[in-house]
């Protein structure tokens, strides 16, 4: 499997270092166990993660490597694959982009060691998909700090975060709304911060949450990157067919490097992870059950259904992994970031439906995993972004008039 002249045999010895990594700490009755269980991976599994060096890998190691990694954590776990980007991945992001060197000094060793966690904070009740025109929590200045007040919901991992980066108004007077947001880095601790568990259907190993702020003192140096900028950083659409002055192969660079952008990568690569995993056990039961004397797998319409499983993982890989190449390479690939995220949950659709299908009345039984797989997959259609929103962008991206 090639992907654009990488080294191939050092990505083999990566891919079978993390498969047997997820044999050993990945199990499928471990994984049931948890979705049962646990509302974050527990301490144990955490450190083992850690000592693996999964958490330093995003940063320090080729990209290459780290898509590998998430990929085979995601079969295994989607849970766990989103649990370490939301509550490492998100901070390390804003900590490497925007923190202070001190910040940086402090929190990213941290962070690499699973020492910390920390969660994104951005989704308000009033509506997610247009968060520019409902985002109402603010950030008064006030001598040193700032007071924040407002709610946050949907919020994955919070309830473990040591720290929340919360996304608030600092001037509500600008006409310009991209030109009004900044970010904080909050102790959750702090007093007036309220964090409740939100129950939901799928990846139960990984909770959402919502916040409440209520006059939540935050030291002014807690506040990361400049102050009213917070939105270019964070949505910066900067593919667009305009010259950038720093020339392109920059410009590709930065716009993958717009901190949802990645996230658009990561999530499309949790829908890779549950659709690989769907797609083998639809696979595997089909080589097993018996229906008129044969394998199920004999059937063509059965055949039909695993072939175009594969066609369709095969296919969100190549985008998933062609998108981060592009980005190296420093072509523009803020669309393809986007149609990898549409592209990777339709396929996880695919598989998890097609799959409770080739199981029959097994698959929707407690008792095997594709319950979970389509419970799972739902999330990854409309979070972090929806994929009606993500069209919006790539149809704006290719010129047609904004719809909304
Ligand atoms: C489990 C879970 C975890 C999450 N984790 C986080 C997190 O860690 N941090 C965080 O900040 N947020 C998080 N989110 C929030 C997530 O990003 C939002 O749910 C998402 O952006 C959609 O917002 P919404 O749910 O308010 O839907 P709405 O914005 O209310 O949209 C409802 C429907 O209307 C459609 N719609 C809206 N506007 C348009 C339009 N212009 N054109 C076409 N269709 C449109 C949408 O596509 C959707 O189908 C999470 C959400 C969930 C459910």
Known sequence: MPYYGWDEDHLSVVRGSIQRFCKENLSPEYVRWMDENC?????????KLADYGLFDRSLSSSPYEYLIVQEEIATASVAVMLAVGASIGFGQGFIAFLGSPEQQKEFLPKLAQGEVKMCMALTEPGGGTDILGSLRTTAVADGDDYILNGQKIFITAAHVADYLVVIAITDPKAEDKTKSWSVFLVDAKTEGVT?????KLGIHACACTEIFLDEVRVPKENMLGPENRAYGFLLGRSDSPKKS??????KGKSALNALLNVERVGTAMLSLGIAKAAYKEAL????EREAFGKQIGQFQIIQNYLVEMAI???NAR???YGTVSRALAGQPSVMQAQMSKIVAARASE???IQGMEILGGYGYTMEYDMQRHFRDYKQMVFAPITDEMAINVIARMMGLPKSY
């Open 318 to 320: 190549n985008m998933i």
């Open 195 to 199: 964090i409740n568990k939100i129950s």
């Open 312 to 314: 369709q993982i095969e």
């Open 350 to 352: 695919y598989c998890a």
């Open 39 to 47: 509302d974050f991976p527990p301490d144990d599994l955490w450190k």
């Open 284 to 287: 595997q039961y089909a080589q």
């Open 245 to 250: 002055k720093s020339g392109s192969a920059s």
